[in-house]
């Protein structure tokens, strides 16, 4: 089955799940940066994702720089903003507490 891109309003019904997460129209992708306690905290956010992105064979686009960690979403494989996205935010939002 081919990933689908989600439309205008699978888009903003996934929008309410994610708290603080915005749509970037120009990369149709969503964007959220997190803030830890510390460069360790961060770090260790990073290494759980990481594990569950390579579980999910979905991969985010990331910056960090001490506590913070800049993410994007999106999906290549469809061009945009997929349910693969979603799923890996809503991981990522658990894993933030």
């Known amino acids: ?57 979905h991969h985010p686009e990331w910056f960090n720089v001490y506590n913070r960690v800049d993410v994007l979403l999106t999906t290549h494989d469809c061009d945009g903003l997929s349910k693969r996205d979603v799923a890996l935010a809503l991981v990522m939002e658990g894993l933030a507490g």
Do not use: C, Y
Request: hydrophobic share 45%; aromatic share 10%; charged share 25%.
């Open 1 to 57: 089955m081919a990933l689908q891109k989600l439309n205008h309003a699978e888009r903003a019904e996934a929008l309410t799940q994610l708290p603080g997460w915005t749509h970037e129209p120009t990369r149709d992708a969503i964007t959220k940066t997190f803030r830890f306690k510390d460069f360790a905290a961060a770090w260790g956010f990073m290494s759980q994702v990481a594990l569950a992105a390579e579980k999910a064979d």
